[in-house]
């Protein structure tokens, strides 16, 4: 009966097997459809003649004798300085996770311990200024920048970003601390802790893979941000994804498109890292977020 019951189960096993296979195809082909013509001159990688010509390399290797070439890499990080934009991204993504995780983990747990009904009603607020779109923050933010003569530094641009992401954090955060019982820390100030003390030494640890799971969000948010980005930087002080879009060129300058292929594969790269390395901590800090302490 149990081989009977197995082997009509086969069919529909087969059929997730085969859907998911080919969902992944279909998801991960653009990404290594990138990754393959970053190494191709544009006369391939935009062929309107033959697209196999994107396979085969056939005007790479008439220009340069091979059939991949790094040209686009050394264009984008050497002749473009590429690398300056990425270190603004670091620049910008280091503060605004620190600075975000900062307010959001000790405001998260003021809520979440407090008894009064103020607490939700921030919350209720967070959530709509989360959900009103980036670019009204941004045009709020314009005239005193100009007027105050910050406008174009990356600085102004933290500000702008951590202003986006502290409803995220400040809600994801209040999750994570209403699932952890109140009594870890009565008991660790009952031990002798202070509230800040019991916060730090006994919430904070247990709270890792919550504050990993939001901080790589937070992250995500400002490496990936270009409506804010692009309006508050100067050309000079431009992060990955405006100097990707300036690439581009527009219809009445031409753009060296390849750099951009090259430098996306290279923005994309520490992504695919990032979420490998952190994959167990990002889900059971979803998980924990999902299940009551």
């Not at 620190?98 to 998260?108: A, P």
């Not at 050309?235 to 031409?254: H, K, L, R, W």
């Amino acid at each position: 009966m149990a081989t009977n019951a197995q082997s009509r189960m086969t069919p529909l096993k087969l059929f997730s097997y085969g859907f998911v296979a080919v969902w992944l195809i279909i998801a991960a082909f653009p990404f290594f459809w990138t990754f393959w013509g970053s190494f191709k001159v544009q006369a391939d990688f935009l062929s309107k003649a033959d697209w196999m010509n994107a396979l085969r390399g056939t005007n790479t290797i008439e220009q340069t004798g091979s059939a991949f070439t790094g040209a686009g890499y050394y264009g984008a990080w050497v002749l473009e300085d590429f690398w300056f934009n990425f270190r603004n991204t670091g620049i910008v993504v280091f503060c605004t996770v620190v600075i975000s995780l900062t307010f959001g983990t000790l405001g998260g747990y003021a809520l979440a311990r407090s008894g009064f009904r103020y607490a939700f009603w921030i919350l209720m607020a967070a959530l709509v200024f989360r959900a009103m779109p980036h670019i009204t923050l941004v045009s709020g933010y314009l005239l005193p920048f100009f007027e105050w003569n910050v406008w174009g530094i990356l600085p102004t641009t933290i500000i702008v970003l951590v202003a986006i992401n502290q409803p995220f954090t400040l809600w994801m955060l209040h999750s994570f601390f209403k699932n952890i019982p109140k009594d870890m820390d009565e008991s660790a100030m009952v031990d002798g802790c202070t509230r800040f003390q019991a916060f730090w030494h006994v919430i904070v640890p247990v709270m890792w893979p919550g504050v990993i799971t939001t901080g790589l969000f937070s992250f995500l948010l400002a490496y990936n941000d270009f409506a804010v980005t692009a309006m508050l930087l100067s050309a000079d002080n431009e992060t990955i994804i405006p100097a990707i879009n300036s690439f581009m060129g527009t219809t009445q300058v031409e753009g060296k498109v390849m750099y951009a292929v090259a430098a996306v594969v290279s923005t994309t790269a520490p992504l695919f890292v990032l979420i490998l390395f952190f994959q167990r901590q990002i889900v059971s800090g979803l998980t924990a977020g999902a299940v009551k302490g």
